[in-house]
């Protein structure tokens, strides 16, 4: 079984060797730095990861750079700042490789003071709800934290570069009749301060770019993965 992870990198220093040293034996790590002025690609770099630099700032310019430049059947993605155990993707990758799902996301279970702020959860929260109106889709969470088939991902036409990535992501997945299904994760303190939601004026901003994802009109029908059928807006999804 071969099996990419991408990881998106702005100045994570401090949290790529504990990241790194939990990538499931034989499967590529493929960082993509993001802009770092503290050495996190060559600090990759020499852990052993392949690094693929991105100039365009944006947490979906370096999401689909890495899916660009991964080469294996399935692809995983997870933040890296420490707050997410790559290792649990194993789990992911056995139900999408074992037709459970086809598109598996982590539901973060927050563990210790501080690992999931107050102003981001309530952001994630607003984002579920109009996400359940828009899809159908029951999801808890639009975490980072997902595995599903490169070439079936590449299919969907991803185009948000922003902080919307994930959520397009599950919107066209449900629009193309995927199954979707949830995995709790232990979500952690992450290292240092994140880039997105660590203020409520990220939160905010993460919010409407969500939101604009959100009011995009139903993808075209696509062939779901793996099953050869046409699927369309109605179909939605499970979690």
């Not at 997870?78 to 086809?102: K, Q, T, Y």
């Not at 109106?133 to 088939?149: E, F, K, N, Q, S």
């Not at 969907?156 to 570069?161: I, K, Y």
């Not at 397009?168 to 009749?177: F, H, I, L, T």
Request: proline letters at 5%; charged letters at 25%; one cysteine or more.
């Amino acid at each position: 079984m071969t099996v990419d992870v991408v990881l998106p990198c702005l100045n994570e220093a401090g949290a790529l060797p504990w990241v790194l040293a939990r990538i499931p034996a034989g499967w590529r790590a493929v960082v993509v730095d993001n802009g770092s002025d503290d050495g996190s690609a060559a600090i990759a770099r020499d852990l052993g990861a392949t690094v693929v630099h991105e100039a365009r700032r944006g947490f979906g310019a370096a999401c689909h750079a890495g899916l660009l430049a991964a080469e294996a059947d399935t692809v995983c993605f997870c933040d890296c700042d420490a707050s997410l155990d790559p290792g649990l993707l194993e789990r992911f990758v056995s139900i999408v490789e074992g037709g459970g799902a086809d598109l598996v996301l982590g539901r973060r279970r927050p563990q210790g003071r501080g690992a999931w702020p107050a102003h981001a959860r309530a952001g994630n929260l607003a984002v579920a709800r109009m996400l359940r109106r828009r899809t159908g889709l029951r999801l808890h969470d639009i975490g980072p934290m997902r595995a599903a088939r490169r070439e079936a991902l590449l299919a969907l036409g991803l185009t948000d570069r922003r902080s919307g990535y994930p959520l397009q992501m599950v919107v066209r997945a449900a629009d193309a009749g995927w199954r979707v299904r949830e995995v709790d994760v232990p979500y952690l303190p992450r290292a240092g301060k994140s880039k997105v939601t660590g203020t409520w004026r990220g939160t905010w901003q993460a919010v409407r770019d969500m939101s604009r994802v959100l009011a995009e009109p139903a993808a075209a029908a696509r062939v779901a993965p793996e099953r050869g059928r046409v699927s369309g807006p109605e179909s939605g999804g499970t979690a």
